[in-house]
Nanobody
Framework: QVQLVESGGDLVQSGGSLRLSCAASGSIFTIYAMGWHRQAPGKQRELVATIASGGTTNYADFVKGRFTIARDNAKNMVYLEMNSLKPEDAAVYYC??????????????WGQGTQVTVSS
């Protein structure tokens, strides 16, 4: 019923920039929060940034000042602008949304992930 599709992952040099996008589609009544998590090989998935429907943002300490999250409520999209990328930022980045489907309670939904590779 709901799909989250990420795009924008790529190979980039250390110090470079990337912009990730995520589009939510389906029988969506309302989206509360959207965000990004990441998972590197051999590590647990970790929160990168979230943004509430009103625009309040939250960032992991390791991306503060480098990454910016934004959303377009009209398009059900969330973006992650990543600057000054480091090799340790390399991971699969997953889009996340807490939303309510028509006729149902709210739930958490995830995209399939997009690979970000940072070369040193």
């Amino acid at each position: 019923q709901v799909q989250l599709v990420e795009s924008g992952g790529d190979l980039v040099q250390s110090g470079g920039s990337l912009r990730l996008s995520c589009a939510a589609s389906g029988s969506i009544f309302t989206i509360y929060a959207m965000g990004w998590h990441r998972q590197a090989p051999g590590k647990q998935r970790e929160l990168v940034a979230t943004i509430a429907s009103g625009g309040t943002t939250n960032y992991a300490d390791f991306v503060k000042g480098r990454f910016t999250i934004a959303r377009d409520n009209a398009k059900n999209m969330v973006y992650l602008e990543m600057n000054s990328l480091k090799p340790e930022d390399a991971a699969v980045y997953y889009c996340y949304a807490r939303l309510r489907v028509y006729g149902s309670a709210y739930g958490d939904y995830w995209g399939q992930g997009t690979q970000v590779t940072v070369s040193s």
